[in-house]
C-alpha cells in the first residue's frame, strides 16, 4: 500500500489521539527504518525510548521465533524457566538491594503496582511527585504527573498526591510527611525536556526517605535498560550511588513486545502477599523470552558503552555550535536546546529522513536512540543538525 492509503485506512478506523508524523514505517534494522514508501530513515527516537537494542535486533529475533514454536503464553498461575531467568538476569543487572521483580506490561502498570506495593508495605496513603514528571495514564499514575495538562485530562484525580518541585529539596521535606507512603520520581525528567538535577538531591531524598519511613521509587521507564550509559539510574554515579526501594520499568525491556517491571528491596518485597498484586499477561512466555533477549543483546553487544560514546561525540560535535546553547541527559536520553522552537528542527530534521522527538519544553529537541547507534549514523545526524540550527538562528 503507498503511504496515502495506509493513512486513510488509519484514520477511517482509529480514534484520532495521536499527533502523527506523516509516514507508514514499514521495517527496521538497527536504527534504520523503511518506510511504505521504500524510503530510509535514521530513527533517533528509537521507536518512541522502545528498542533501545536497535529494530529487529537478531538475536532478540530468535529468541522470541524459537518461543513462538513453544509456547505463547501461560499465566503467573504456572511455573515457566523463561520467565524464572528472564528475572534472574534483571536482577542480576540491577542494583544490588533491589531483589525481586515483578511483571506487568507496561509503564503506567508499573507504576501503578509500585504504588500499591509503597501504600501497602507502609500502611499510608500519600503519594509525592514533581513538577514535570510524567509516571503514564492510567489513575494513579496521572495523578502523580504533575506535567502540562495531563493530570487534568486524568480527572477525577486519586487523592493524597501532593506535588514538590524537582531538584528542591526544602520543598520535598516541606511535604513528605509520616503519612506519606512514597516519593516517586522520574531521575532524568524526560517529557519534561530532559530536565536533570545534582547527585546530592538524590541522597537528601534518600536520606529523607529513611527518616520518615517512606518508599523511595525510581521511575525508570525511560532512564532504565542501558539508556543512561548504566544498567540503571539509580546506584549508579549518575545517583550518587543511592539506591531507591523500588524501580519501574518497561519501554526497552522488551525491544518492542511490550513488558513492564517493578523491582523492589526486601523491605518492600517482603510485605507483599498472595494475590496482593497480579495481572493476566504480565510473565508471559513470548514477553519474557524478549526481556531475556534484550537484556542479554545488550551485555554481548557492549550497548552501555556505546550510549556513552553516542553521548560523548554529540557533545563534543556539538560544543559551541551557533543556535545551541546547550545538550542535556545522559547516554542515548539527551536533549537539544535550540534557541529557537524545537519543532521547526524536528520537522526539517523529517524531510532530511532523520526521526527525532520533541519534549513539552518547545526549545528541546529529544533524542531516544538505539544504544546500538553506530557513530557514522550519530556523525550523518550532527551534519544536518549543525546545517539546520544555523540555518534557524
Ligand atoms: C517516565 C515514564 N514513565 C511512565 C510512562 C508510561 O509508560 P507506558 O506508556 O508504557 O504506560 C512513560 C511513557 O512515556 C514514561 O516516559
Known amino acids: 500500500m503507498k503511504f496515502a492509503e495506509i493513512q486513510q485506512l488509519e484514520e477511517n478506523?482509529?480514534?484520532?489521539?495521536?499527533?502523527?508524523?506523516?509516514?507508514?514505517?514499514?521495517?527496521?534494522?538497527?536504527?534504520?527504518?523503511?518506510?511504505?514508501?521504500g524510503e530510509k530513515y535514521l530513527d533517533l527516537y528509537g521507536g518512541h525510548a522502545v528498542c533501545a537494542t536497535g529494530?529487529?535486533?537478531?538475536?532478540?529475533?530468535?529468541?522470541?521465533?524459537?518461543?513462538?514454536?513453544?509456547?505463547?503464553?501461560?499465566?503467573?498461575?504456572?511455573?515457566?524457566?523463561?520467565?524464572?531467568?528472564?528475572a534472574e538476569k534483571l536482577v542480576s543487572v540491577a542494583p544490588k538491594?533491589?531483589?525481586?521483580?515483578?511483571?506487568?506490561n507496561s509503564g503506567t502498570e508499573a507504576n501503578e503496582n509500585a504504588m500499591r506495593m509503597a501504600r501497602m508495605a507502609t500502611g499510608r496513603q500519600k503519594i509525592v511527585s514533581f513538577t514535570?514528571?510524567?509516571?503514564?495514564?492510567?489513575?494513579?499514575?496521572?495523578?502523580?504527573?504533575?506535567?502540562?495538562?495531563?493530570?487534568?485530562?486524568?480527572?477525577?484525580?486519586?487523592?493524597?498526591?501532593v506535588e514538590a518541585k524537582f531538584g528542591d529539596i526544602e520543598s520535598v521535606i516541606a511535604v513528605a510527611d509520616d503519612e506519606t507512603a512514597a516519593i516517586i520520581l522520574e531521575?532524568?525528567?524526560?517529557?519534561?525536556?530532559?530536565?536533570?538535577?545534582?547527585?546530592?538531591?538524590?541522597?537528601?531524598?534518600?536520606?529523607?526517605c529513611d527518616d520518615r519511613g517512606i518508599v523511595l521509587i525510581f521511575d525508570?521507564?525511560?532512564?532504565?535498560?542501558?539508556?543512561?550509559?548504566?544498567?540503571?539510574?539509580?546506584?549508579?554515579?549518575?545517583?550518587?550511588?543511592?539506591?531507591?526501594?523500588?524501580?519501574?520499568?518497561?519501554?526497552?525491556?522488551?525491544?518492542?513486545?511490550?513488558?513492564?517491571?517493578?523491582?523492589?528491596?526486601?523491605?518492600?518485597s517482603s510485605q507483599i502477599k498472595e494475590n496482593d498484586l497480579g495481572t493476566t499477561f504480565g510473565g508471559g512466555m513470548l514477553a519474557m523470552a524478549a526481556a531475556l533477549a534484550t537484556l542479554e543483546a545488550i551485555d554481548q553487544d557492549g550497548m552501555i558503552e556505546n550510549a556513552r560514546a553516542i553521548?560523548?561525540?554529540?557533545?563534543?560535535?556539538?560544543?559551541?555550535?551557533?543556535?545551541?546553547?546547550?545538550?542535556?541527559?545522559?547516554?542515548?536520553?539527551?536533549?537539544?536546546?535550540?534557541?529557537?522552537?524545537?519543532?521547526?528542527?524536528?520537522?526539517r530534521l523529517l524531510e532530511r529522513k532523520i526521526i527525532t522527538g520533541t519534549s513539552s519544553d518547545p526549545k528541546v529537541l529529544r533524542l531516544l536512540p538505539p544504544l546500538s547507534t553506530t557513530t557514522e549514523q550519530i556523525d550523518l545526524f550532527i551534519d544536518c543538525l549543525k546545517e539546520e540550527a544555523t540555518a534557524a538562528t
Not at 506523516?22 to 523503511?34: F, K, L, N, P, Q
Not at 538491594?97 to 506487568?104: E, M, Q, S, W, Y
Open 132 to 161: 514535570g514528571g510524567f509516571h503514564g495514564r492510567t489513575a494513579d499514575s496521572i495523578s502523580a504527573t504533575f506535567l502540562g495538562k495531563y493530570r487534568e485530562i486524568g480527572k477525577p484525580n486519586v487523592p493524597l498526591h
Open 55 to 86: 529494530h529487529s535486533h537478531p538475536h532478540v529475533v530468535k529468541a522470541i521465533q524459537e518461543q513462538t514454536e513453544k509456547i505463547l503464553f501461560y499465566s503467573n498461575l504456572v511455573y515457566s524457566e523463561i520467565r524464572g531467568r528472564a
Open 97 to 104: 538491594g533491589l531483589t525481586k521483580a515483578f511483571f506487568c
Open 187 to 208: 531521575p532524568i525528567q524526560s517529557m519534561a525536556g530532559v530536565r536533570e538535577v545534582e547527585p546530592a538531591f538524590f541522597s537528601r531524598l534518600r536520606e529523607l
Open 13 to 37: 478506523f482509529q480514534i484520532a489521539t495521536y499527533k502523527k508524523m506523516g509516514i507508514a514505517v514499514e521495517r527496521g534494522s538497527g536504527a534504520w527504518v523503511w518506510t511504505s514508501d
Open 311 to 347: 553521548e560523548n561525540r554529540l557533545r563534543q560535535s556539538l560544543e559551541g555550535v551557533r543556535g545551541i546553547p546547550g545538550v542535556h541527559g545522559k547516554g542515548c536520553l539527551l536533549g537539544i536546546e535550540f534557541d529557537g522552537p524545537a519543532s521547526q528542527i524536528h520537522s
Open 220 to 268: 525508570e521507564v525511560q532512564t532504565g535498560i542501558g539508556r543512561t550509559g548504566n544498567w540503571f539510574f539509580a546506584g549508579s554515579d549518575l545517583s550518587g550511588g543511592i539506591e531507591p526501594d523500588i524501580i519501574t520499568l518497561a519501554k526497552s525491556l522488551g525491544s518492542g513486545i511490550p513488558v513492564g517491571a517493578c523491582l523492589a528491596n526486601e523491605r518492600v
